[in-house]
């Protein structure tokens, strides 16, 4: 039984003629195809479990080879670089390169950072200050602003052509070929099982990504149903918060309903006890002050006053002046008489 990798050859055909893409959809994955293909992909599957299950029967312990992992087999587009494999017995000589190189660099930086460390000018001392001064061998113009040069370039349009493709002269000779027959290096066991653990392991993997997925869908509704519980919850807990809020706001206005009749009701309340206060003040002295304005005016008197005031004193008084009058003629006719008297004894004497 061969144990190593193998070689191929065949013979040489035509190339097949461009077709286009909607040919080619139609003739590649047309409905019949695909039935058949996966017909085939069946079959071959389970031939190849039957021929794994008894090559493990048979105890065959041989390591197939996996071309997944073989550097021989490039993978990738074949129009760009090959990249290099881990297996390259360049890789590990360019990385030691690149390291040296670094290292270098490195070293050649701290030595320019070491070169173009200077001491400092030492500060100016109390009152004074540095100046700008001219140190260098050759004049230099200092200014605010530094001088500018407009400059322009232009790529060669030889560079931009393409690399011209190298001539390859016409093979000449006689050429010999060799025939392989089909299954002369071919292990069926060997080869088998790369595409067995490609089929399986895709299988099992599918599964267990249905699995997942299973388990997943059921997580979240498992999560949808305690946040709907929990959403529903707090619903109900946010509408008892707001009944309790609006109960208690309608309770706090009636409160304060109740407390703005009652002021009113008890400021009414003052208004007329000091109303009623003010008039009974008012009106303590109104009875006395009406009966004095109304006597003052005479619609009230006492008869006997009137009586000893219009008619007793006038009687009074002018009997009282008539005999006052009386004594004033008596007194004049007594000094009348009196003086003839005089001056008659004043004669006769």
């Known amino acids: 039984m061969q144990s190593t990798g193998y070689?191929?050859?065949?013979?040489?055909?035509?190339?097949?003629?461009?077709?286009?893409?909607?040919q080619r959809d139609n003739a590649t994955y047309g409905f019949p195809w695909l039935l058949a293909a996966n017909l085939q992909l069946l079959t071959c599957l389970s031939y190849l479990l039957r021929h794994f299950a008894a090559c493990s029967n048979n105890g065959n312990g041989e390591r197939a080879q996996n071309i997944m992992f073989d550097k021989r087999v490039h993978r990738g587009s074949a129009y760009v670089t090959r990249e290099e494999t881990p297996e390259s017995p360049d890789r590990e000589l360019r990385k030691v390169g690149k390291g040296s190189a670094r290292a270098n660099r490195y070293q050649q930086q701290q030595l320019q950072q070491q070169q173009q460390q200077r001491p400092s000018t030492p500060p100016p001392v109390g009152g004074?200050?540095?100046?700008?001064?001219?140190?260098d061998n050759y004049l230099e113009e200092l200014?605010?602003?530094?001088?500018?040069?407009?400059?322009?370039?232009?790529?060669?349009?030889l560079l931009d052509l393409h690399v011209p493709i190298s001539f390859v002269p016409a093979a000449s000779g006689v050429d010999v070929a060799t025939q392989i027959e089909g299954g002369d290096l071919f292990d069926f066991d060997l080869e088998i099982e790369p595409i067995l653990e490609v089929l399986v392991g895709k299988t099992l993997e599918l599964g267990l990504l249905e699995l997942l997925e299973e388990n997943e869908l059921r997580e979240i509704r498992q999560r949808q149903e305690l946040f709907e519980q929990s959403r529903n919850a707090?619903?109900?807990?946010?509408?008892?918060?707001?009944?309790?809020?609006?109960?208690r706001f309608a309770e706090k206005q009636r409160r304060l309903d109740e407390e703005t009749a009652r002021l009113a009701a008890q400021a009414e309340l003052e208004e007329k006890v000091a109303a009623r206060?003010?008039?009974k003040q008012y009106l303590a002295n109104l009875h006395t002050q009406a009966f004095d304005t109304l006597v003052e005016s005479g619609h009230f008197y006492d008869p006997l006053a009137m009586g000893v005031k219009h008619k007793f004193l006038p009687e009074v008084l002018e009997s009282a002046a008539a005999r006052a009058q009386q004594l004033d003629s008596s007194r004049r006719l007594l000094d009348a008489i009196l003086v003839d008297a005089l001056r008659s004894r004043a004669t006769s004497g």
Request: charged share 35%.
């Open 128 to 135: 004074r200050f540095h100046m700008d001064v001219q140190t």
């Open 143 to 157: 200014a605010d602003r530094n001088p500018e040069v407009d400059a322009d370039t232009q790529t060669d349009a």
């Open 277 to 279: 206060a003010c008039a």
């Open 7 to 22: 070689e191929f050859a065949a013979a040489p055909r035509s190339v097949a003629t461009k077709r286009s893409k909607a």
């Open 234 to 247: 707090e619903l109900v807990e946010v509408q008892r918060l707001e009944a309790e809020a609006k109960r």
